[in-house]
């Protein structure tokens, strides 16, 4: 079992930049990729970024890339997501998310074993 818990979410203006962050407990955090995914109001989940369990590879949603950057540091057990350029849409509830397969499977197929509870951006134009 793993635990999730994000922070870091809030209210900023177009433009502007926010890192999320996500603290992971539990079973073993360095053996498992792990991803972002939000959900707007009215609309399903999707997936945002994803990192191998050794960080070495990353995936983005064409709508993030090269705006947002994923990170993880095994060590400290823990996740973030830096976004910069936040644009109006970007408004989402935002997952952390962990899978014990692959950040591809993650990044794909939306295969997902552990969620948290989610932490909400608002970007206001």
């Known amino acids: 079992q793993v635990q999730l818990v994000e922070s870091g979410g809030g209210l900023v203006q177009a433009g502007d930049s926010l890192r999320l962050s996500c603290a992971a407990s539990g079973r073993t955090f360095s053996g498992y990729a792990m991803g972002w995914f939000r959900q707007a109001p009215g609309k399903e989940r999707e997936f945002v970024a994803a990192i191998s369990w050794s960080g070495g590879t990353t995936y983005y949603a064409d709508s993030v890339k090269g705006r947002f950057t994923i990170s993880r540091d095994n060590a400290k057990r823990t996740v973030s997501l830096q976004m910069n350029s936040l644009k109006p849409e970007d408004t989402a509830d935002y997952y952390c998310?962990?899978?014990?397969?692959?950040?591809?499977?993650?990044?794909?197929?939306?295969?997902?074993?552990?969620w948290g509870n989610g932490t909400l951006v608002t970007v206001s134009s």
């Open positions: 998310a962990a899978d014990w397969v692959t950040a591809q499977a993650m990044a794909v197929g939306g295969v997902v074993d552990y």
